[in-house]
């Protein structure tokens, strides 16, 4: 008698699927491929020293409070000092609405957890985050896509979700160097999209893991300083410190602040408070003043590198602009390159990237990719980029453009 399993997975679990850039990022890792695929900080940026020093300190100083459970909410001093950022940055903040979290990915999950019914709507830029999409997912919303320009989310389009997907919970926004496309709101667009949403009574999720990536000027404030008690607000250490300390935060309006710490108590207890302990030690006097800068030039220099190889090399009918801060570009190939069908080609040539596909809850544009700039040196980009654009003008002259679906 054939063996029958004696496991039933759960409907949620059929709502998962492997992450199709962590499978592009096994194909990367082939030798001698250069990688523009994967959203990787610099690991030239992590501040290992300072790491070292001030593990040492915690363990010297409060060793048995650092290595024993703690608080859900989060480390007190830590809560602090991120109330204290976002209130330089204009937002109304207070330190018992912080809830760090285990990564802003974490965060992610544990607001879909609270605010999310199975066949509930919530609202997605097109395209988003891949990461919000599968922390999404799981619990079964149906995603509107909501239309938008090089500026962000279309305040008409918001405007009519009441209409096209009434009850909708959320509207999920990354206004800073948006992953994938890198883009910026200006500050009338941010007006306009809080004034759209408040006048559709739909709350925003801020994601910014970005924002201190500027190169030429900082952005304007953010939703959350302009709509505090709509809008949820997500910030992350991964991006100016180093991702696998799994540091980020949710601030939330005090209403839903209860729900989050249950939904967090229930996840994972608390974060690991060495880390957090050790992390406050690194920022407390001010580093990332010194440090940040460091990570925007030489991010500049890599963003201006790529700007000037797409220049050079990829086909005409090519369409992409500079980002001014973060890590992407955001590539539109000309008509006849599918971006998903090309990559096994790319790949063979020594070169990958994230095709845009993914990005899209709905109605996908096969001609998108997302570049990283941040991982190769400007030297190794120019010679990504070249192959690259040898690949698609090989493809654009071959006459099986038409098999690419
Ligand atoms: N949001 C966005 C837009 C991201 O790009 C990322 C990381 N790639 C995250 C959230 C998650 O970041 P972390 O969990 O490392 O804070």
């Known amino acids: 008698m054939p ?48 790491m070292r ?32 950022q976002l209130q330089k940055q204009g937002q109304k903040v207070s330190p018992a609405q912080v809830l760090i979290t285990t990564g802003s990915q974490q965060g992610l999950d544990l607001i879909a957890k609270i605010l999310v019914d199975s066949g509930a709507p919530v609202a997605v830029e097109a395209p988003t985050y891949l990461g919000a999409l599968q922390a999404f997912a799981p619990f079964e919303p149906i995603f509107t896509s909501v239309a938008g320009d090089a ?3 279309l305040p008409e389009a918001i405007a009519r979700l009441p209409h096209d997907a009434p009850g909708t919970r959320f509207m999920y926004v990354l206004p800073n160097f948006q992953n994938p496309t890198g883009r910026v709101m200006p500050e009338a667009r941010r007006e306009a999209v809080v004034r759209a949403a408040q006048a559709a009574h739909l709350p925003l999720v801020e994601d910014n893991p970005y924002g201190d990536l500027w ?34 935060y949710v601030v939330a309006p005090p209403e839903l602040c209860p729900k989050l710490l249950q939904a967090k108590q229930a996840a994972d207890l608390h974060t690991p408070g060495f880390n957090q302990r050790v992390v406050f030690e690194v920022i407390r006097n001010g580093f990332l003043d010194e ?11 890599q963003r201006d590198a790529m700007a000037t190889a797409l220049q050079a090399h990829l086909p005409a009918g090519s369409e992409w602009s500079a980002p001014q801060g973060g890590m992407f570009f955001w590539i539109r190939l000309p008509a006849g390159c599918h971006a998903m069908a090309l990559l096994p080609k790319a790949v063979e040539a020594g070169v990958a990237y994230v095709p845009g596909e993914p990005f899209y ?12 700039f941040v991982t190769l040196t ?13 690949v698609l003008r090989e493809h654009l002259a071959s006459d099986n453009q038409q098999e690419t679906p």
């Open 3 to 50: 063996m029958t399993t004696p496991w039933t997975l759960a409907q949620r679990a059929a709502r998962m699927n492997p992450s199709i850039i962590r499978e592009i990022l096994k194909l990367t890792e082939l030798p001698g491929v250069l990688s523009m695929a994967g959203g990787l900080p610099s690991p030239d940026t992590f501040p290992i020293e300072e």
């Open 53 to 84: 020093e001030a593990c040492a300190r915690v363990l010297a100083d409060s060793p048995r409070e650092a290595l024993q459970y703690a608080a859900s909410e989060g480390y007190g001093p830590l809560r602090e000092w991120v109330a204290g």
């Open 151 to 153: 500026d962000g989310p």
């Open 215 to 248: 190169f030429d000027a900082p952005p304007p404030a953010p939703l959350a300083a302009r709509w505090p008690e709509g809008t949820i607000y997500l910030g992350s250490f991964s991006k100016v410190l180093a991702p696998g300390l799994r540091l980020g």
């Open 291 to 301: 440090h940040v800068p460091r990570i925007r030039a030489r991010y500049k220099a």
């Open 361 to 372: 809850a709905q109605n996908p544009d096969t001609r998108t990719m997302r570049l990283s």
């Open 378 to 390: 400007p030297e190794e980009i120019n010679r990504a980029v070249a192959t690259l654009g040898r």
